[in-house]
């Protein structure tokens, strides 16, 4: 009865987002065919029939890769876009020059492919064109064509009930609040669960066409609604736990709704196996060695930068608590003024935080404050996705007030993760309970495939400058 897995790849939203992505991709293979089909005639000078006898398999699958990444890059698989505005309609064509401009790198370094400036040229307006009308299409014919599953939070104490005021006011697409099943007693004939109205679970149920049931977390499905619960399953009636839902619907796991029971039943290591891990540092040292080359040459303007904007040196090294706990002194570009820079504070950042430089700000905001640390992950002591390392004095005083807050040393610390692209800064202890509870939800689906997911969202934050 778990969620947290399936909602990544599956799920009503999901499923709506790979039609929009498979209907784009039949439309750019399709439309990369014809740019090649009509390069051969005009051009190459072949009749219909030999044009499209040739092999143009490896050509248009590059078309269709490059111009998919774009348009993934370029945030046009968020279900609440509006492609009717003009706004939204000039991105898709961004998004399309994009894939043009990506299609042509690739080109230049892959002569066999024979694609040539015509081909990706026509490609675009063909591609923009059927792209465009393919949306319009989806979102007034095909986005909502069922109605929202409609959810009952079945709730044991009132910090639950709670849940369902922060669930309501969030779009939560396909699904919608029922209502609440504030459990006041069960029946002493067979165990029913009973309301404060003295209505049994059973008949709420049927009553509210209810297609999901979300129980305490704590508390768990009752033993006496084991067998009721398969008739419901059978019945296409979702039975999740409040914890894993939420997590779903928000991406992050409310503290106040799990034990040690849920932590032992829903948390494992993460990445599992050590040839996972293996695979995960080889992917790590990849990644790291591609962005030292790309970015290195930049290094000394940028620290030029810093230095004149404000005295003092130009990397920040700082010790932090890694893998375990373990100390690891990271290195990032300074984007505070040196004063500040001092070991013993462990003030938090804040929003207009007057500590930072005018560089710094920027730095921030485009995350090249971080380069450093690709350092740290050559040596093994980070990896690309993780969660942030933290100063010492902040961990012991955080596990002090928040449940479980050792397990966020369950793996390496990360340049990206799920937090980092979720939520903002921590600027004092209560942000830092929320920002556990993302984190929280990063040590759950913790996988390659989730690796891959944060480093394409966290290309497209770099892409559209969305850091603090």
Same mark, same amino acid.
């Given at each position: ?25 039949? @439309? ?30 490896? *050509? ?53 492919? =024979? ?18 009308? !393919? ?143 293996? @695979? ?7 990644? =790291? ?72 700000? !920027? ?103 969305? *850091?603090?």
């Amino acid at each position: 009865m778990s969620l947290h897995r399936a909602s990544l790849w599956t799920g009503s939203r999901r499923q709506r987002q790979l039609t929009l992505l498979a209907g784009d991709a039949a @439309i750019v293979l399709f439309t990369s065919a014809v740019a090649v089909t009509l390069r051969r005639i005009f051009l190459a000078g072949m009749s219909l029939e030999k044009a499209l006898s040739e092999p143009m398999l490896s *050509g248009i699958l590059t078309l269709t890769f490059a111009y998919l990444t774009t348009l993934y890059i370029f945030d046009q698989y968020n279900l609440r876009r509006d492609i009717s505005s003009r706004t939204e309609a000039a991105m898709l064509l961004l998004a399309n020059v994009a894939g043009m401009a990506l299609d042509a790198i690739i080109a230049f370094f892959l002569r066999d492919l =024979a694609l040539g400036r015509f081909v990706i040229l026509i490609h675009l307006p063909l591609a923009f064109g059927a792209l465009y009308l !393919w949306r319009r299409i989806f979102h007034s014919h095909l986005l909502r064509v069922t109605r929202p599953h409609r959810v009952l939070l079945v709730a044991a104490n009132p910090v639950e009930r709670g849940i369902e005021a922060e669930l309501r006011d969030r779009p939560l697409g396909d699904y919608e609040i029922a209502g609440v099943f504030m459990v006041a007693g069960q029946s002493a004939g067979n165990g029913q669960l009973l309301d404060e109205q003295g209505r049994p679970l059973e008949q709420v149920v049927v009553d509210e066409q209810v297609d999901t049931l979300v129980f305490s977390a704590r508390r768990g499905l009752p033993p006496e609604y084991l067998n009721k619960a398969i008739d419901w399953k059978f019945d296409g009636v979702g039975i999740y736990d409040v914890a894993n839902f939420y997590g779903a619907m928000t991406g992050r796991v409310p503290i106040e709704t799990i034990d040690a029971r849920w932590v032992l039943d829903h948390l494992s290591q993460p990445y599992g196996s050590a040839v996972v891990w293996r @695979i995960k540092r080889l992917i790590d040292i990849v990644l =790291a060695l591609f962005g030292l080359a790309v970015t290195l040459p930049f290094w000394p303007p940028l620290m030029l930068l810093i230095k004149l904007d404000s005295p003092g040196p130009a990397i920040f090294r700082q010790e932090r608590l890694g893998l375990r706990q373990q100390p690891v002194v990271i290195a990032k570009f300074r984007t505070m003024y040196a004063r500040f820079e001092e070991e013993g504070e462990a003030a938090y950042a804040q929003k207009e935080d007057p500590r930072v430089t005018r560089v710094g700000k !920027w730095l921030r905001k485009t995350r090249l404050d971080e380069l450093p640390q690709l350092w740290n992950v050559l040596k093994g002591e980070m990896s690309i996705v993780g969660l942030r390392p933290i100063r010492k004095i902040n961990a012991d005083r955080l596990a002090k007030q928040i449940p479980f807050y050792h397990l966020r040393f369950s793996m390496k610390p990360g340049l990206t993760g799920w937090p980092q692209l979720r939520y903002r800064y921590a600027d004092d202890d209560t942000s830092h309970l929320h920002k556990f509870e993302y984190e929280l939800y990063h040590i759950q689906n913790a996988s390659l495939a989730f690796d891959l997911y944060l480093i394409v969202k966290t290309v497209q934050q770099l892409f559209f400058g969305r *850091g603090q």
